[in-house]
Each structure stands twice: as C-alpha cells, then as structure tokens.
C-alpha cells in the first residue's frame, strides 16, 4: 500500500491506494461525497476500482477518516497532465455524510458540485 499527503490551501488529504506506485503530484484536486478529479502527470487505467482511506483534516480541526472504494470513470489528457474522475462506491452512510460535511465546509468541491 502507497499513501501520499496532499496539502490544499487550508486542509489536508491523505490517500492510500493498494497499488505500489504513489499517484504523484495532483494539481486542481476537487472532492465531494460523489467521488474525485484531478490533474495528474500519468494516465490512470479507466474502469479500475481502486481502494482509497482519506484523512481529511481543516488546518485547526480534528480529521475525518473516510474509507471508500472509487471506479475511474475517465482519465484523458489535459493540459501537460491527464484529467482524471473517479466515481466513489461502496461508501457506509456515515461516510457519505461525513465526506460531504467537510468538503463543503472546506471548499473542496468543483464547480459542478460545489452547492450540493
């Protein structure tokens, strides 16, 4: 298993995937209850599931544990990099709850989503 910290502005994120090979630098990270997106520098296999722990944690705050796993529902070039979305599945209530609570909180939706 491979974590890798991420460091947004005023929170935190910290993914775990079961592969051995960490995701890198992600530019334009975007979460909400629903799932995902960013820019990465490689190609993610689309259909993949992969099994994500995220730690999200507000600079003065407690952090909010979240296990889920995640499809990839598309990852094409953008830019120098590959836009990827992952669609999240399989997540407990509580988390579904707790992810979307703190990600509106935090400002951590993408457009699309940001007044859900």
Known sequence: MTTTEYTFGDYN???????DAPLGKLDDLHICHLGMKFISARQIPEFNV????MSLKAANGEPSKVKCCGVVV?????GDGFR???HFAGMANSDVSCLEAVTKAQKMRCDYCANC
């Open 13 to 19: 994120v910290s993914l775990a995937l079961e592969e």
């Open 50 to 53: 992969y099994e994500f722990e």
């Open 74 to 78: 598309k990852s094409e070039p953008e």
């Open 84 to 86: 990827t979305v992952i």
